[in-house]
């Protein structure tokens, strides 16, 4: 085996020795290839039928969205603004139909003047943000990540990058949105020129409209982050933030918008239109994967005929889920409050180990969460959290409702008491899997 010099390796050593040796010993690439293709099947059985997927950020594309993935013009290169004038590359008269077809529909789920198609992930949203609307050395505020602070807005991610002082929005560990006394202060103290909201841990709408009457003060603005609730803002779930106060708002298309995996930018002002968009080509997008724009498009038109029930229901899920865990004396956050407006249940779990050994207990029973921050710890605390989130996109688009949220409490809860043993539980996961198999909200239905 050829030696590998692992000094500065970032990923687990072990896990890639194991990729080595399998390069090494396969007598031909062909044999690496059907390794690659095993480990895709196997996925795909495990995670895609034996699992109950409960990570938020996920969401089950349908059919369709799936199979454009894969198309043609996925090889294609279409570099610039829609239209022939516009391109770098000739021959794109088809890939203008699609990109108009999905810029559109965008427009119309979102009631926006302006979308764009381009960006090949959320995180990349967020960098054209601070691109377009901010300066090197300008103040902003944001939220922390115990507060569900996503880290493209803080330090570590596009906000640090563009060298902005950073100060954190005031948020309220009880009612789990922003303190608006405290952020009046602090806010007028700061004066920053942008003001990021939207967050991975999302529980209830922020007061938008009166922040935004705050920093509008000295000619501030408003910029929403909405990766997480994209599909329960353009369904009608949650607050509007375009008609709140927000200049901008970017969001993740595979998250309960249920697209394929990218980012989304939406705006109303004409004046934002050159900055954002230059930020966006040629700064930040050139090849743009033309069977993402595709299967985008296909998404948008999909949640126009399916968005509203589909996001009504993933939201009664999640609040059925809260009380059902709740009732089995596990700690919900927000339950003086309804437990939930999203999709998305966070549990306490510090009693029963912290949120990284519960859920590797529970992937063990085939149920699969994440850990999270949640208010009271460490920003440092990330990999040993105090909480568990959970997120009904997937198990709503398989057609559960709320009583089978009753079934998916009992198991959870189940687990993260460790009441029963993990084989015990996953029998009862595979069960209910195997009664919910065809994706809703899609015309295949
Ligand atoms: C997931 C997330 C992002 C990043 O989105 P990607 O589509 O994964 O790039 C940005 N902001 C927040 C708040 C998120 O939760």
């Known amino acids: 085996m050829s030696t590998v010099d692992l000094k500065g390796e970032v990923h687990d050593t072990s896990v890639l020795a194991r990729a080595r040796e399998i390069i090494e010993n396969s007598p031909s690439p062909r044999i690496v290839q059907e390794e690659i293709?095993?480990?895709?099947?196997?996925?795909?059985?495990?995670?895609?039928?034996e699992c109950l997927n409960l990570l938020a950020p996920e969401a089950?594309?349908?059919?369709?969205?799936?199979?454009?993935?894969?198309?043609?013009?996925?090889?294609?290169?279409?570099?610039?603004?829609?239209?022939?004038?516009?391109?770098?590359?000739?021959?794109?008269?088809?890939?203008?139909?699609?990109?108009?077809l999905c810029v559109e529909l965008l427009k119309k789920v979102f009631q926006a003047n302006f979308a764009d198609h381009r960006l090949v992930a959320s995180m990349i949203g967020n960098m054209t943000v601070y691109s377009a609307l901010t300066q090197p050395g300008d103040k902003i505020m944001t939220i922390s990540q115990p507060f569900g602070g996503h880290s493209s807005n803080r330090m570590d991610g596009p906000a640090g990058v563009r060298g902005l002082h950073i100060t954190d929005v005031p948020m309220d560990p009880i009612e789990l949105t922003v303190d608006l006394e405290d952020f009046a202060k602090v806010a007028r103290q700061v004066r920053p020129k942008l003001v990021t909201?939207?967050?991975?841990?999302?529980?209830?709408?922020?007061?938008?409209?009166?922040?935004?009457?705050?920093?509008s003060e000295w000619g501030g603005k408003i910029f929403f982050d909405g990766a997480h609730q994209l599909g329960l803002i353009g369904g009608g779930q949650f607050q509007d933030p375009l008609r709140e106060g927000a200049c901008v708002m970017t969001g993740s298309a595979g998250k309960t918008f249920s697209g394929p995996q990218s980012g989304i930018i939406v705006w109303n002002d004409p004046e934002l239109s050159v900055p954002i968009t230059d930020a966006i080509f040629p700064t930040l997008a050139a090849t743009h994967q033309v069977n993402r724009v595709a299967a985008l498009?296909?998404?948008?038109?999909?949640?126009?005929?399916?968005?509203?029930?589909?996001?009504?229901?993933?939201?009664?899920?999640?609040?059925?889920?809260?009380?059902?865990?709740?009732e089995r004396g596990i700690r919900v956050l927000g339950d003086h409050k309804g437990y939930t407006r999203t999709h998305q249940v966070i549990l306490?779990?510090?009693?029963?180990?912290?949120?990284?050994?519960?859920?590797?207990?529970?992937?063990?029973?085939?149920?699969i969460t994440n850990k999270?921050?949640?208010?009271?710890?460490?920003?440092?605390?990330?990999?040993?959290?105090?909480?568990?989130?959970?997120?009904?996109t997937e198990v709503t688009r398989y057609g559960m409702k709320e009583s089978e949220m009753e079934i998916i409490a009992d198991l959870i809860a189940r687990g993260v008491t460790e009441k029963d043993k993990p084989a015990v539980i996953k029998a009862k996961v595979l069960e209910l899997r195997n009664s919910f198999t065809k994706l809703h909200y899609c015309y295949q239905d």
């Open 348 to 367: 306490d779990v510090r009693n029963y180990g912290g949120g990284y050994k519960v859920a590797e207990r529970l992937a063990e029973s085939n149920i």
């Open 297 to 326: 498009a296909a998404a948008a038109a999909e949640f126009l005929a399916f968005g509203k029930d589909y996001m009504a229901q993933i939201a009664a899920n999640a609040q059925a889920l809260g009380k059902a865990l709740h």
């Open 60 to 100: 089950p594309a349908s059919p369709l969205v799936r199979q454009l993935l894969a198309s043609e013009v996925g090889t294609r290169a279409a570099e610039g603004h829609i239209g022939s004038r516009q391109r770098w590359f000739a021959g794109t008269k088809y890939i203008d139909e699609i990109e108009a």
């Open 372 to 392: 999270n921050l949640i208010p009271g710890d460490n920003a440092e605390d990330w990999d040993y959290p105090s909480g568990l989130r959970i997120g009904t």
């Open 37 to 49: 293709v095993n480990a895709v099947s196997r996925n795909a059985i495990w995670r895609g039928s």
């Open 197 to 215: 909201l939207g967050a991975s841990l999302t529980l209830f709408p922020f007061p938008l409209k009166e922040m935004s009457a705050i920093v």
